[in-house]
């Protein structure tokens, strides 16, 4: 076509190159890469545990120094990109990532682990916001949706796989290997970055010019908080003083990031974005799918392995259904997000989400992995509709230059609300595992023929009245378990519903533009 019958200040079409779909890809796969390796050690954990010679509480650690690394450095992303340019600074995350996964694999002791995993959280945390970034610098305005399904299917498999890999792997091979996998993948990635992106020249203005102050702040505040909701529970709260010393910490952090906000003249992260309506709503929807996709995958296997007596593999299979609707839908995703308007697109999203809960309110003590299969299909398509279209209404309801702010605001709340989900279930756990077994306790009578029968006739079959009683209380609190299960499945569809609401707030996307701008 002539350039004549081009209108003036008309666009171009545009269409990405092989080097423009390596980058994404690289991007995709670092999103994969970081989120997989929050859960992959949590089949393995047990085993590990043992072999480095830390307790049950200890071992905890591993899996919690990771996603606190993670949080913290997420929102920090848009700042690092700046400073050092985006392929320098992945290339940088990625050998440091594969450094601190062959420290895990070789770790011996505890405090090694945990450095590593803290290495880990902190170099593949890097990777998730920087993902969408690619796709903003890569792929022009009409191919941009396939490369955000791309990123939206990698967030979401990455946790469902984690399970599967690291119980397959520790089953078969060995729980070493859940973090030397990572190293051919991490070699892929460095030539995929090589390939698909350009260098940028490292602005040291940025250095001087920093916002110290909010920086630190948000260290010590995301990190603190984070420490505080995973270890909570275990410490019995503010029983603690560990607790309330980290609590003291976050309320520093956060009243530093705050001065920050006012008086740096330009913030490490520009948190009055979350004042927008739009992008607000947005935040505390990406909190509710945190809150289900991560809240899911440690309610489920906890029953699995409690009630059917599942081992790793097991759980990890049940866990993948999740993930398989992200398969099937990726190719129609960009169709959707183009012809579907947000509102119903996410309000359907988040309607399967608390459905595919309500579905697991039924549980009994014959039930096993099927019994979750209806919810975590229902579950997998609610998760990638509410992702794919809050991915895109994260970008479209900031201005261009807030964007990278409101990707790493976005990323860090998805993580948050699945830390806040882990702190509420396992104290709503207790409380009404405790409340289950006294009322069932409460009903039976010594005096009751039927109880006086069941009794005896446990007794003559176990041999000794001790075991008949032992029995007993078994199946109390069996019982009592799969109840306190069906209840925190409807506490999540509740609050899932009650996030619906906010779909109001949200506005048609543009149409032929650039949403992914970061």
């Not at 698909?196 to 203005?205: R, S």
């Not at 809960?357 to 009994?364: G, R």
């Not at 003590?365 to 609610?382: C, K």
């Not at 895109?392 to 806040?420: C, H, M, P, W, Y």
Request: aromatic share 8%.
């Amino acid at each position: 076509m002539s350039t004549a019958l081009i209108p003036q200040g008309a666009a171009r079409p545009q269409r990405a190159d092989a080097t423009a779909w390596i980058a994404v890809a690289a991007g995709a796969l670092g999103a994969l890469l970081a989120t997989l390796d929050i859960s992959i050690v949590n089949s393995a954990l047990p085993t590990i545990q043992g072999e480095i010679g830390a307790t049950g509480t200890e071992g905890t650690w591993i899996a919690t120094s990771f996603l606190v690394a993670e949080i913290v450095i997420i929102p920090l992303s848009a700042w690092l990109e700046r400073l050092l340019g985006l392929r320098t600074l992945l290339l940088i995350a990625v050998i440091a990532f594969t450094g601190f996964s062959i420290l895990c694999g070789t770790a011996a002791d505890l405090a090694t682990m945990i450095i590593g995993r803290t290495g880990q959280g902190l170099t593949g945390g890097v990777l998730i916001p920087t993902a969408m970034t690619i796709v903003a610098k890569r792929l022009p305005p009409e191919q941009q949706p396939i490369g955000m399904a791309l990123f939206g299917m990698t967030v979401i498999l990455g946790p469902v796989l984690g399970p599967l890999i690291g119980g397959w792997l520790t089953e078969n091979l060995s729980w070493h290997y859940a973090f030397f996998v990572n190293v051919p993948v991490c070699a892929l990635l460095v030539l995929f970055l090589l390939l698909g992106l350009p260098h940028e020249n490292t602005k040291w203005v940025y250095l001087r010019q920093a916002d110290w102050l909010g920086i630190f702040g948000m260290i010590l505040g995301l990190g603190g908080l984070t420490v505080v909701l995973e270890e909570g529970h275990r410490e019995e709260w503010f029983d603690s003083s560990l607790i309330v010393q980290l609590t003291i910490v976050a309320i520093v952090g956060f009243v530093m990031l705050g001065i920050g906000q006012l008086r740096a003249a330009k913030p490490v992260l520009n948190l009055r974005i979350i004042l927008n309506r739009q992008f607000g709503s947005v935040v505390v929807m990406a909190m509710a799918l945190g809150m289900v996709m991560y809240g899911s995958t440690f309610v489920i296997p906890q029953f699995l392995v409690l009630i059917a007596n599942y081992n790793a593999l097991q759980t990890g299979l049940v866990i993948f259904l999740m993930g398989v609707p992200a398969f099937l839908l990726m190719p129609v995703v960009p169709l959707l997000i183009r012809h579907v308007d947000i509102r119903l697109a996410v309000a359907a999203g988040l309607a399967m989400m608390a459905g595919s809960c309500l579905v697991n309110t039924s549980l009994t003590t014959q039930s096993g992995g099927e019994a979750f299969t209806a919810g975590q299909l229902l579950r997998g398509v609610g998760m990638i509709l509410t992702m794919m279209f809050l991915n895109q209404a994260t970008i479209a309801s900031v201005t261009k230059e807030d964007a990278g702010d409101a990707s790493g605001i976005f990323n860090a709340a998805r993580n948050l609300g699945g830390s806040f989900a882990l702190a509420a279930l396992a104290s709503f756990q207790d409380q009404r595992m405790w409340l289950h077994s006294r009322r069932m306790e409460e009903t039976l009578w010594s005096n009751d023929l039927k109880v006086q029968e069941y009794l005896s006739g446990n007794s003559r079959a176990l041999g000794g009245s001790d075991a008949g009683f032992q029995s007993l209380s078994g199946t109390i609190q069996q019982q009592a378990f799969v109840m306190t299960y069906n209840d925190v499945f409807l506490a999540m569809a509740i609050a899932t519903i009650a996030t619906l609401p906010l779909v109001f707030f949200l506005r048609p996307l543009p149409k032929e533009q650039s949403l992914a701008m970061h």
